[in-house]
């Protein structure tokens, strides 16, 4: 393949961003292990944006792995399988990562089975669109990258638009987590496999496989990949960045068009997907297993044992980190995700979802309390912002609790990536009181909807 | 030199004159009928401005309770006294409705609920601790306690106690909804005064499992269910939930036996004033059920 016009041996990156350090040595090293099987996994049956799915099991009764427990209810949500062989031991409600109380299935293992995965591959070549989007749906595929946004709605293109570009999202900007990394250099025939699946329906003009530059043996293995393939897969290096990997910040590294507020990447025609949501793709068209299990990155400088797992969805968190070699005793934090998004774990005892992208351990040594000074007006956030917002006068508005002036801001614009709070100087929690405001904003909108 | 001090004073005076011409014909002209009552009744209300009655100010409502002759009982926020006032001066009736408070359903406090984590370094409210894992406390749906509601009462009625819960002053409370709106878990309901019984939990968890993530949690025991008259309270969710509907037939009995104490009866005194039975395993009764005070 010829030299890439849009690379243009420069590395390409968005507008605004910061640098944090990014720690990935940790752990990107560490080959993908596979966790072994716990006695008891918890699913939530909400896991995913839109309708929560709904049970279809009774309590006794037997299932296999990958099985379907729970059915997708509407269009805007996906349905759940189950990840072990085992007896459904209760139906009720249990702890979810959120901190909230979900709706879920206790599925207890079946200690004599083998495991063994019996199901067949789908012909996707006999498919239509509508039929690919049905069995993505029913795979239970979502967004692996940690929203866990259901797939099979970001591939039904409305109508009168069209998908031009097809983006696969391996920037993984985030410090510390190792997991996407890891399974482009792990499993990249998946990785080209699952795109010209998805490519097949989509008739994308153009593949791009964006990847950060601290990343050389993923970049290495799939241009090789992508070369052998033949098709219109073209391997781009972004500049080391964070949000790099956010969707919009991507779309306009490669692309150099920003997505316009309140619409979506799709009205560029751009379709971005994960990594990790492109192996589950290629893994359920070729084995027919669906969303059962997913990588995480379990890393920190608290963690004895810092790695990439291949995990069964449902296992609880706990197990993991004794998997991994305990935690140290100096532990001051567990977040889930990386440092910049992830949020703080209380309760140990909830299980992993098709969400959760990695395990965070930090040490008392990187947590640090600041002290809230007053704004000085630096416009250091400004800097920052990715999205062009101005988070210094939305703090000061979120203080006096003037929700409805920071929507003249566009504080719903703002997707949390907390480059804003990460450099202020005064230690005013920026991203945390946006994300207040957004809250309290949508729950009066809710309001004034039922008025 | 006469006629440089003369010519602008007879200019200015007669501009006055003409504008005043002006402004007296437009008076006449343009007068608009106002209704004397609605400034006096205006006078008459609380000038809170607070929305409880669902205008967007005191000075709407005067003009609905005048024009549209609205109920002046419609403002919650007026003691009896200042409505029987408006009454008397428009001569109508005020058929006062019944005063409602807001009541916190929760009970559990630092002593009760236990902890999860210790919150540093966020934003100091309870929607901040919210945003952050649904909050530090074990369980999912009792009170932050970081008092946003006392903030965003504006008759003082909500004060935070030791124990990390609101205490609602039911003088004080006006029943204008701004608590209820505020609360990130939505434990604030306003209720009649005249409902005692009320069930000071919303864990959707059972039995022990409840119990362990606070000790007055309500268990879904069914126990206040026998003890009370058929069809006043049902086991919903796990949640002992009353029929107010039958709110006559409510009986402070219904309390005696429920072993954490998650259903109260409030008699004469605000929530959370009582001290709480605590440190009781579960089963035990503070006060074991005396038949005889019953079949009195």
Redesign the interface.
């Known amino acids: 393949m010829a030299v890439s016009d849009i690379q243009n041996n420069k590395l390409l990156t968005f507008v605004n961003g910061i640098h944090p350090k990014d720690y990935k040595e940790l752990s990107n090293n560490c080959k993908i292990q596979r966790m072994p099987f716990v006695e008891e996994y918890t699913l939530p049956l909400g896991q995913h944006i839109g309708a929560p799915s709904k049970s279809i099991v009774q309590k006794g009764q037997y299932v296999k792995r990958g099985e379907l427990i729970a059915d997708s209810v509407g269009f805007v949500s996906v349905s759940l399988h189950s990840p072990v062989d085992g007896i459904v031991s209760d139906i009720g409600i249990f702890d979810t990562p959120k901190g909230d109380v979900l709706p879920g299935i206790k599925i207890k293992t079946d200690r004599f089975s083998t495991q063994q995965f019996h199901q067949k591959a789908v012909d996707f070549e006999s498919l239509d669109v509508n039929g690919f989007i049905k069995s993505i749906q029913n795979a239970g595929i979502v967004g692996l990258g940690g929203a866990a946004f259901p797939s099979h709605v970001k591939f039904a293109i409305p109508e009168g638009k069209n998908c031009k570009y097809l983006m696969l999202n391996g920037c993984e900007c985030e410090p510390f987590l190792t997991a996407d990394d890891r399974t482009m250099v792990e499993y990249p025939k998946q990785i080209i496999d699952g795109l010209l699946i998805v490519n097949h329906f989509l008739k994308a003009e153009k593949i791009y496989i964006a990847i950060e530059s601290n990343k050389p043996k993923a970049i290495e293995v799939l241009s090789k990949y992508a070369e052998e393939s033949n098709s219109n897969i073209e391997v781009v290096t972004l500049k080391v960045k964070y949000p790099q990997g956010a969707e919009k910040m991507m779309i306009s590294a490669i692309l150099g068009n920003e997505v316009p507020s309140g619409k979506l990447p799709i009205d560029l025609g751009v379709i971005v997907a994960n990594v990790g949501t492109i192996k589950a793709i290629s893994e359920y068209f070729r084995t027919g297993m669906p969303l059962i299990e997913r990588i995480v990155t379990i890393t920190g400088t608290s963690i004895n044992n810092p790695t990439n797992v291949l995990v069964p969805i449902g296992t609880p968190m706990d197990e993991i980190l004794e998997f991994c070699g305990g935690i140290k005793d100096n532990t001051a934090r567990i977040l889930l995700g990386g440092p910049m998004m992830g949020a703080v774990q209380k309760n140990l005892n909830v299980p992993v979802v098709k969400g959760t992208s990695g395990l965070l351990v930090l040490s008392s040594n990187e947590v640090k309390d600041f002290d809230q000074y007053n704004c000085i007006k630096c416009g250091k956030c400004l800097d920052a912002c990715p999205l062009f917002l101005n988070p210094s006068r939305m703090g000061l508005l979120a203080k006096k609790g003037l929700w409805d002036e920071m929507l003249d801001f566009h504080v719903m614009d703002c997707f949390e990536c907390g480059s804003c709070s990460y450099v202020c100087p005064s230690g005013i929690p920026l991203v945390q009181s946006f994300r207040v405001a957004k809250g309290i904003l949508r729950e009066k909108s809710i309001r004034d909807q039922n008025k | 030199m006469v006629n440089a001090l003369l010519i602008p004073l007879l200019i200015l005076s007669g501009l006055g004159l003409l504008f005043g011409v002006i402004l007296s014909i437009a008076y006449k002209q343009f007068k608009v009928f106002e209704d004397p009552r609605i400034e006096k009744v205006e006078e008459l209300l609380p000038s809170a401005n607070c929305g409880a009655c669902g205008e967007p100010g005191c000075r709407a409502f005067a003009e609905k309770v005048v024009n549209q002759g609205t109920n002046p009982a419609k403002c919650t926020v007026s003691s009896s006294e200042g409505l029987q006032k408006i009454a008397n001066y428009l001569g109508v009736d005020v058929s006062r409705e019944e005063k409602r408070v807001a009541r916190l359903l929760c009970a559990g406090g630092t002593l009760e609920a236990p902890n999860?984590?210790n919150y540093?370094?966020?934003?100091n409210?309870c929607?901040?601790e919210?945003?952050?894992?649904?909050?530090?406390k074990?369980c999912?749906?009792g009170c932050i306690g970081l008092g946003d509601c006392a903030i965003a009462c504006e008759f003082g009625a909500i004060t935070m106690n030791d124990n990390a819960l609101p205490v609602v002053d039911t003088e004080k409370c006006t029943a204008c909804n701004d608590c209820v709106?505020v609360c990130?878990k939505n434990l604030f309901e306003l209720m009649p005064i005249s409902q005692k019984l009320i069930v000071q939990c919303k864990s959707?968890?059972k039995g022990d499992l409840a119990e362990s993530k606070c000790r007055v949690a309500c268990t879904a025991c069914s126990r206040c269910v026998v003890d009370s008259a058929p069809g006043i309270i049902e086991i919903k969710n796990n949640l002992a939930v009353i029929n107010y509907k039958l709110n006559d037939l409510t009986n402070p009995i219904a309390v005696k036996r429920c072993p954490t104490n998650a259903i109260v009866w409030l008699e004469n005194f605000n929530q959370f004033e009582t001290k709480q039975k605590s440190k009781l395993p579960l089963g035990r009764v503070e006060e074991v059920f005396d038949t005889d005070e019953y079949y009195q």
């Open positions: 999860l984590a540093v370094g966020g934003i409210s929607r901040g919210v945003v952050v894992d649904g909050g530090i074990n999912s749906w709106e990130p959707l968890l």
